[in-house]
């Protein structure tokens, strides 16, 4: 990308906290934890990153994303809504009877959804045979993927992997979602992958750490990333569950919570008054 315009993917960022949280909302409960951990990486995803036709979801060439946590399908539909998928109003639906925004991706359902997602540790999978069927096809594009870092306990994640390094991907870019949480704990208490990027490494992995609520970090490291030849990329992004979103944020209850109407008040509030003073999303001063 040319120039990047960082304050829209703020803007942006914020917009996607604040559909999430509308949307679980009126939905009555969902998995905000990890929908709103990724607002960020979306922003800079869907905000100018990604080579892509909004009003062509299948076009050829497109850069793909296949979000491997596909639980926090809510965060994703948000950023698709708002760069122009699909009607905003459809947000309301979201995991009610007869939607095309179900809990967890469906790429038959969804515009703009890659694949099919939500049984944990299968995307990364997909998102090899994507970047490797794209190179045998001559067809120049970025795949992205984003798994959680509960996710990574999965075998097949590093089946995967091995797979992806072994046929030198390199068109392949993969975020790890470091929120420090899985379903019902931390990592440390729960099953806890450690070292995330030296692993990645071991695996032939050119991998990065970076503050995963900082759309300038993650862009210049997807830049970097872009530059690596022969091997796939990994960018472990920095995180916390429930960011950005004051009632959630790194609660332990947070995976998947029920949300009111007061909640979803009070959410909004305090995203708007963090940007307004150009905080992280996390309240933390930019400056
Ligand atoms: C194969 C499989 N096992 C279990 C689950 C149930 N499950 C849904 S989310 C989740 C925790 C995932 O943790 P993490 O990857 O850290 O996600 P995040 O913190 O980003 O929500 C689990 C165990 C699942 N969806 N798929
Ligand atoms: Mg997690």
Redesign the pocket.
Known sequence: MQNPNFEYMRRLSADIRVETVKAISKAGAG?I??AV?IADVLAVLYGGAMNIRPSDPDWEHRDWLVLS?G??GPGLYAALALTGYFPMDWLDTVNKPGTRLPSHCDMKRTPGIDMTT????QGLSAAVGIALGNRINGIESYVYCI?????IN?GQIWEAAQTASHNKIDNLILFV?W?K???DGKLEDVNDPIDIAGKFEAFGFEAQTVKGYDVEEIYSAIERAKKVKGKPSVIVLDTL?GLGICFAENAVTC?FMAVDEKMEKEAIDVIEKRYEQGAYPGGESRK
């Open positions: 998995h934890g990890g951990s946590k639980h926090a939500g049984s944990l540790g798994v959680g870092d509960g996710e999965e979602d929120n949480k899985q379903l569950k995976h």
